[in-house]
């Protein structure tokens, strides 16, 4: 696009709790796209009771949303505690069982539903648009789209002022939504020999799959649980996963300081991404600026996503 906007101040660059819940069709024109037929959402861990009221409510909220603009919903969720009761999660498939997250995903067939959402036990989806999100996500072309993430350690994930949508190479899996092609090669990445934590897929799933991601800057999310104590799991251990699992896709002969070095910039151009570009403004701020270019929807693509074979070189 011609016009890019850049990270500003953190402070700047943050919107409040205060946000407004973005109207339909956050880029102008996207509310002409269609909206799919069908939506299943994955929760892939719940374990703390203290949790379930927030989940139980974002659940609602988006079967609610979804209902209303005719999109089949289905969810099912991954409780690994017996902290957390028989029936307290209603109106979705519930699965009790110990084990991983990345387990459990494996274990799932989503079937031929159009698009999957996958969504952190943590997450408060208030400022969240389903119709506007969905439309948006088709309007850029996107296989995979995720909420901004309030105040998140990634600013790669973090809300861009006056946009809508910008382009990443790199998702932390919070609230997500995948095309199914999409979704299925993701899995397809999960390793539990090398990184049964799964920390290492999100490095190196864009390269692999092909595919097209985006966050969409309007539609804010917060993660309650945040990165702290609460933690479910070793967080040593998982480090470790994942550097095992991109030793292995990045290149298995490469000196400690060379993957060290890879790492580092990987982290500091796509992750860090304090550059970041709009790939589309908001409408109401092309509203203010009509000669900004805009997204139109247009007629679906086949999806592009495919699952490569070879292993890439690794990122410079």
């Not at 159009?114 to 969240?128: G, K, Q, S, T, W």
Request: hydrophobic share 40%.
């Amino acid at each position: 696009m011609a016009w890019c906007c850049k990270l500003g101040s953190f402070a700047k660059a943050q919107p409040t709790v205060q946000q407004p819940i973005p109207k339909e069709g956050g880029i102008r024109g996207a509310t002409k796209c269609p909206l799919p037929k069908s939506l299943t959402l994955v929760v892939p861990g719940h374990g703390m009771s203290s949790r379930t009221p927030l989940l139980t409510a974002s659940l609602s909220k988006i079967s609610a949303q979804l209902k209303g603009i005719g999109v089949a919903f289905s969810c099912v969720v991954f409780v690994y505690s017996p902290s957390v009761q028989k029936g307290a999660i209603t109106g979705c498939e519930v699965r009790f069982g110990a084990g991983l997250w990345t387990q459990f995903i494996l274990q799932l067939s989503i079937g031929s539903t159009e698009v999957v959402a996958l969504m952190l036990d943590d997450i408060d989806i208030h400022h969240v648009n389903m119709r506007a999100f969905l439309q948006t996500m088709h309007a850029a072309r996107l296989d995979v789209a995720s909420a901004a993430v309030h105040r998140w350690r990634w600013s790669i994930m973090r809300p861009l002022s006056n946009c809508a949508v910008h382009r990443t190479r790199f998702i932390d899996p919070l609230f997500v939504i995948y095309t199914n092609a999409a979704y299925r090669c993701w899995r397809s990445l999960l390793d539990l020999e090398l990184d049964r934590n799964g920390w290492g897929t999100a490095y190196v799933y864009a390269r692999r799959c092909n595919a097209s991601l985006g966050v969409l800057d309007e539609h804010v999310v917060e993660h309650r649980g945040g990165a702290g104590p609460q933690r479910s799991y070793n967080t040593s251990e998982a480090e470790a996963g994942m550097r095992r699992y991109l030793r292995y896709h990045w290149g298995k002969n490469m000196s400690e300081e060379k993957f060290d070095k890879a790492l580092v910039t990987f982290k500091r151009n796509e992750v860090r991404a304090y550059g970041a570009r709009c790939s589309a403004v908001s409408s109401s701020y092309a509203a203010l600026n009509p000669l900004m270019d805009v997204l139109k929807c247009g007629p679906v693509v086949p999806a592009r996503v495919e699952h490569r074979q070879n292993h890439q070189p690794p990122l410079r």
